[in-house]
């Protein structure tokens, strides 16, 4: 079975070794054909902290780690440049 990636933005990096990814699907209404736009939030497991909120990132399903964690982060895409 293939394994499931997604790619999102980092919303909240407070947590120790967690970051919450939003992933955004784009998808016509069934009965009424405009776009929708649904928002799924995922708790990511970052080993090393690196992920800062409004980073892009790509990860990947996992075995559980938590009672909510089911993903990792495999890479990051782009970061966000932090004054």
Do not use: F
């Not at 394994?3 to 919303?11: D, I, L, M, T, W």
């Not at 998808?27 to 980073?55: L, Q, S």
């Amino acid at each position: 079975m293939a394994v499931k990636e997604r790619v999102g933005v980092v919303v909240s990096d407070k947590m120790e070794k967690t970051v919450v990814v939003a992933v955004e699907n784009r998808a016509p209404h069934p009965k009424y054909r405009k776009i929708m736009v649904r928002t799924k939030r995922y708790k990511v497991h970052d080993e090393e902290n690196k992920c800062k909120t409004g980073d892009r990132v790509r990860i990947q399903e996992t075995r559980p780690l938590s009672r909510t964690k089911r993903w990792t982060v495999v890479d990051i895409l782009s970061q966000t440049s932090e004054s």
